[in-house]
């Protein structure tokens, strides 16, 4: 079921999904440090918390705002009506933008006051070099491949599985650990944690997950061709942009 939702109410479940999903990472994080000195157990329990998170957040709220969760989602969609295909006006892609951005610093904050800590605490984990980079210019096209190939191919259905189960392998493969996301990148700088990240650090993701971004809709549009599915039908009958649903995102 698909809900006829007003843009403020659309942004509202932007923000609330964003916030849990950062909470889930933020909070599993700081749990999982907390339980095991050993990283590479505390990284596979953050991993699956964040992956399951992510499946949840994006089921939950796809009928409502279609769970983008991501500016670079967000960013991709309104391309993809620029392109003349589905997709989100400019006014619509910048309220979803600063919702996200707003409800992952949220949510980061609850994290670190749920447990105890200084909420609002700047990170202070730098995360510099080139090869990090390009890990997340690689985390962020992968996961847009991902998204808009389900799409493109007529199985939206399968997006909250396929990118939580991407989230997980990506957290592990990438050499940055998988933010792939630059409203989760701006809250995680507010936790001084596991998974955070020194705000002087920010630039160079924000700026790696957008090229990513560009990159993984040019390789879906190369293998499936250019604009996709132009509408998909909602429960009720009524067309719907098809670019517009399901489509959430890694932390």
Known sequence: MTI???????????FAGAAGLLA????????????????????????????????????????ISGAHLNPVVTLASWWARRRGGAGLPGREALAYAAAQTAGAVAGAVLAETMFGRVPGAFATQVRGGGHLLVGEVVATAGLVLVIWGLDRTGRPRLVPAAVAAYLACAIWFTSSGSFANPAGTVGRAFSDSLTGIAPQSLPGFVA????????????????????GRRTAVRADGAAEPAAGRAAGIAS
């Not at 006829?4 to 932007?14: F, G, K, Q, T, V």
């Open 208 to 227: 790696a997950q957008l090229a990513g971004g560009a990159l993984g809709l040019a390789l879906a549009a190369l293998l499936y061709g250019g604009r």
């Open 4 to 14: 006829h939702a007003s843009l403020p109410r659309r942004a509202a479940a932007e």
């Open 24 to 63: 889930v990472v933020v909070g599993s994080g700081i749990q999982a440090a907390a339980l095991s000195s050993d990283t590479g157990v505390a990284l596979a329990v953050n991993s699956l918390a964040s992956a399951i998170g992510l499946g949840l957040a994006v089921t939950l709220f796809a009928p």
